[in-house]
C-alpha cells in the first residue's frame, strides 16, 4: 500500500512539472537580453538549439555573430 501512495505523489509531482515548464515566458534575445515584441519570435531574428536548449538571436546580435553562426554550420549546409 505505501509503494502505490508513494507511485501516486511521484506521479503528482510529475504532473506539477510537466504543467510549469508549458508557462509562457516571455521570449528575449539570449545575447543582449532585448524583449521580442508579442509570443513569436520576429522573422529578422535567428533560432539555433544549443546543448538542448532552444536559443533566439535578436536582429542586431544575430548580425554581429553571423561569422560564428556560420562556423557551426556543416558542410553540407554550403
Given at each position: 500500500m505505501a509503494d502505490s501512495r508513494r507511485a501516486a505523489e511521484n506521479s503528482t509531482e510529475r504532473r506539477d512539472d510537466s504543467s510549469a515548464s508549458r508557462r509562457p515566458t516571455p521570449l528575449a534575445c539570449a545575447t543582449c537580453g532585448t524583449p521580442a515584441e508579442g509570443d513569436d519570435?520576429?522573422?529578422?531574428?535567428?533560432?539555433?538549439?544549443?546543448?538542448?536548449?532552444?536559443?533566439?538571436?535578436?536582429?542586431?546580435?544575430?548580425?554581429?555573430?553571423?561569422?560564428?553562426?556560420?562556423?557551426?554550420?556543416?558542410?553540407?549546409?554550403?
Open positions: 519570435p520576429p522573422a529578422t531574428w535567428v533560432c539555433s538549439v544549443e546543448g538542448g536548449a532552444v536559443r533566439y538571436l535578436c536582429e542586431r546580435c544575430a548580425r554581429e555573430n553571423i561569422r560564428s553562426i556560420e562556423g557551426r554550420l556543416d558542410t553540407a549546409w554550403w
